[in-house]
């Protein structure tokens, strides 16, 4: 079942993301697809596997960049980083977690930066992303906290 | 979330296998354009409900619209409505009914207001309104009342409509008097809704509040329609016994529009 409401989360995303675009938002939004990433390996108990991470990049890159590369690459990291981690990821700081947050916004936005020729707000978006992505972050960690660790 | 602790080696091959999954992904959307044929399937996927979603926004823009139009000529009867009622009040409150003339009114002297000039009343002095002209009327001259309130009086006449002048034109005068027997010509002032006259002897008292009505004496209007109400008195620098009224007139050009009015030969 989360297999398949993963995929269809995934499917959303996607158009959620076409509309964000279509409206001239996308600049001043979080990366939706970072935050449903965020959202999956918190809420769901079994974190997916690197392939999973690896598809999920590749799809979003077909759809929405000229060259398969800026989410495939950094899904992969992600994949990588959280299926090789000694600690859960919820177990870190939350200043570990938002620098991470804020290193992989950065990283992917400069590679969309460079490998597209989005409209307009672009450059805006490398600041703004980073930021918004981690102040959702904050706000998960924030709600979530108490929950957490009665669970670790 | 659980992760599980692998040993080095296996992720050393995983790391080397998720990258060349990644390289041939990449490479094969390149070489067979994945890219562009993914972007214009989703843009055709999303054509149809958004074509539906755009038809359905202007569908509701049109329904609130019109709503908004209803509201609107709703809003505008009730205003004609209590405009109506307080002119109806203040002919009470002048010991006198709406439509109780000491006169006889013909029938087909009745007509309605069409038109307003709002744009020369606001800028240039020149106060106008606009009648049907009920009988085909070519020539004369006429009082113009909504019910016992003065209007005006016809200026030019053509086959189907009669130009007013109001009586707050600057060109417009009337000869006037209170029910405490004070007489005076008054003169439109060019401000919206105003007209003044002069007092010069003082003999007779008036105060603040007080209702003028036509004398009759300038053989345009007959005589007992309601003008106005004495809004203002200022006193002359120059001449000592000389007095400024500033007469409020009753009737109101902005809510004329569509209003039954009468001709008086």
Redesign the interface.
Known sequence: MSEVLRYLSLGLM??LN?ILL?TDTWAISPDIFLVHTLFF??F????PN??FF?FK??VI?????????PY??SY?LI??Y?????????QRSLLEQIILITLVSLFLNILLFSTNDFASGMGVRIFINPLLNSIIWSAIFINQRQKWLKNI | ??????PFQK?LR??LL??I??GA??YA??NYN??EK??RF??KF?NVP?QFISQVLTEYREFENQKIAELEEEILNLKNQIYENELEIKSLENSRSFNDFNFVINKNAETYINSFDQMNFTCCNKHRIYINNPNNLTDGMFAVSQGNFAIGKTKTISADEMEVRLLSDPSEYISIKTTNGFFCIAKGTGKGRLISCLNESKAVSYSYGDTFFTTGFDGIYPPGLIVGRLENISSSQINIFQQNLEIELFFDPYQSINKKVILHE
């Open positions: 996607v158009i076409q279509a390996t918190t769901v108990k079994k974190i690197i392939y690896i990049g590749f890159d077909l759809f929405f960049s000229n060259i398969s590369m495939t690459i992969t994949g990588l959280l299926n090789f981690s000694n600690l859960k990821w919820i | 979330m659980s992760t599980n602790i692998l992720k995983l790391a998720s990258f999954i990644s992904l990449i959307s390149q994945l890219n993914a972007q989703l843009v999303l958004q």
